[in-house]
RNA sequence: UGCCGGGUCGUCUAAUGGCAGGACAACGCCCUUUGGAGGCGUCUGUAGAGGUUCGACUCCUCUCCCGGCAGCCA
């Protein structure tokens, strides 16, 4: 009776395998029926999609096992990190709703007990102090299938080390002159396990500790003690680690401190795009894009400023999963977290981008309609619009000649308008180059949206703003950043080679409905048969509006040309 | 070549010795006053060869393919 008996198909969502582990864990009692996860990013960038994907899959465990989150900076380089990306990651972890309480912490607060414990290490003699230069340390650290050579260094005395790791401390060497390093295994075929260095010399202000260090701890010696430290249980990281891992439960085996468990998963690739920070700080230096948060970055500042919402990147990496094989995720999957969500939340609005004048010659005065915020939800209610006898259509809602299945308005054919009335088109104007430039339409008055009365059924709705009250704006049209799904896995051709020359269209004066004037920065709408759209928080001033498109909507039109 | 990982529809991801399922994409139909949304349906997959087993995506052996590792980056 305890099997299959239960026939409900209810697909309850499939663990990944981390979920698996931890099940496990708690199960065995192994940290106590504790679940403590960190998110560890190094303060050199702006956050990614793919980081956003780790965010979501720690903050999401602590979550669903009611225990807790973390976030850490893992700032043990002077040199590359930067009080401008703390802000940002701050900013971006919160706005993706990770909830890290009043953890924020830093690997640098760190840097007094992790040289008390590099001590210790000395102490054991488990590590050293050595005089090798950088080249001479790569070329005794063998290769993939020769075993290194033990440093000339690596059998001086603990009280030789003491002093010059103090001394090292005090200032007294010059960068790259003396590194300390762990004494493990020149001969191990796990090169991370051939005498790591611990400790480099770098006599740099660092963004929070000032001038108090000249000596910084690598990361390969400075993570897994920070998570220690932390009380973390599950340190998850990517696949890149997995190597390191030994390294990790050596040095906290060493020290017998507390020791998490290390998961690692694929990171996340995105196609028609790049996902490395120094690609990305690239086309930032170099100003492919504009800055950061530009909305063709696929950083989270990006997608925010795109108009994304948290909400949509959530479900999106719950629908990607986790695992441990490389992948690449199709953009389609992103866009259609996006669709999804804002189809259910985002106001309705008009919008014409290409406007098109037409005149009416058979209506005069203004006559107020009801538009419908959202049909998806009736809760947002209806709005007033003003219909009066000069209009403005997209421009390629009319065609002089159509293709087959072309449903919009067409010389001597009707449309109706969305929210008003069906109209024909009587009289095509030119101007002297031959160029479409307005049409004269009639009104069929018994056709009036909504009142049932019309008998008439016409193929196409098209959308339109009012000449009288149209409020201008510019509008953005986002494209891909690059024109191939890899760009960067062609190892001849660098990745800029594929920026798509149109990723950005600017559309100066497009025509909206009169209510958008008091839109926010960050407002989001979906301008109807156009696409999803919010306020740009950047170029937006009082005298100009400015939106950009998150994504188009599903076009079955668009697909079949 | 050494070590460590990994190969399931086009893409991402389930099935943990018992009906290869879901989502996205694509395609078709229905519906539609957004060519949106929605509804219904279709298509496509276990890298290969052996073995164990009543039964293998799953366990074993071999082969092939892919990724990572030789920073005083993380």
Redesign the pocket.
Known sequence: MED?GTSEKQ?QR????IY?IIDDDLKTKKWNGDVHTRF???P?GYLHIGHAKSICLNYGIARDYNGKFNLRF????P??EDQEYVDSIIEDVKWLGADFEDRILF?SDYFEQMYEWAVALIKKNKAYV?D???????SS?????EP?KDSPYRSRSVEENLDLFERMRNGEFP?????LRAKIDMGS????MRD??MY???HEEHHRQGNKWCI?????W??GLEDSLEGITHSICT???????PLYDWFLDELGIHHPQQI?F?RL?L?YTVMSK?KLLQLVKEKYVDGWDDPRMPTVSGFRRRGYTPESIRNFAE????????????I??L??AI??DL??HAQ?AMAVLKPLKIVLTNFSGAEELEA?N???DPSMGTRKIIFTNELYIEKN?FMEN?PK????LVPGGEV?L?????IRCEEVIKNSDGEVIELRCSVDHD??????T?KK???????WVSAENAVKAEVRLYDRLFTVDSPD?DKEKNFLDYLNPESLEIIEDALVEPFLKNAKPADRF?????GYFCVDKKYTTDEKLVFNRTVT????????N
Do not use: C
């Open positions: 299959s697909e499939s663990k990944n395998f698996e560890p990013p190094e050199n893992d700032d043990t380089n040199e590359k690997a050595d090798s230069s950088a080249d001479e340390i790569r650290r063998g290769t993939l299938t290194g960068n790259g002159s003396k590194t075929p796990n090169f991370n790591p260095i480099r010399i770098v910084y701890p690598t990361y390969d400075a993570h696949l890149e680690f997995e190597n390191h891992r690692e694929a690739n196609s120094r629908m990607i999963g986790v695992a441990k094989r490389d992948a690449t995720t199709d389609a999957l866009e259609f669709r999804d189809n259910k309705r419908v959202n049909p998806e809602d159509p299945g072309f449903h919009r109706r969305r929210y008003a009335y069906i056709t009036k949206s909504g009142t049932g019309s059924k016409v193929k196409g709705t098209i959308h896995s979906q301008f109807e048969r156009n909507l599903k076009d079955s039109w668009g697909k079949m």
